[in-house]
């Protein structure tokens, strides 16, 4: 007669699955996990591919000019003043823009009239004529 096989069946916790496997060995699913600890930072750099190098090049280079533009920009701030125009140019400018405006309506509610109201006064439309113009 002939001898059957027995199997016990085992169940493994996951720590146990880990515990159990040396270094390189491939998990049940196909991967494959490797730790490496280098000693040192020349090692390290050493181990790295040629797109990870050039992936912390470029890194540590934006880096540096966002650093540069950031100070750059905070050094403008500091030192600029406000600068106001007082040019006559300038101020007549001012002048005919300001006196276009009516200050008395709401721009929220008519904007037009807020920013020409003040020329449409001032100007009136001729008799006989439905509009400005040449």
Known sequence: MEQMSTYKRAT????????SLSEGDAYPNGLQVNFHSPRSGQRCWAA???????LVVLVVLLAAGLVACLAALGIQYQTRSPSVC??????SVTSSILSS??????PCHDFFSYACGGWIKANPVPDGHSRWGT
């Open 48 to 54: 790295r591919t040629q797109v990870e190098k050039r």
């Open 101 to 106: 405006m009516d200050p008395t309506v709401d």
């Open 86 to 91: 007082l040019s006559e140019a300038c101020v």
């Open 12 to 19: 493994l916790d996951e720590e146990d699955l880990v515990d």
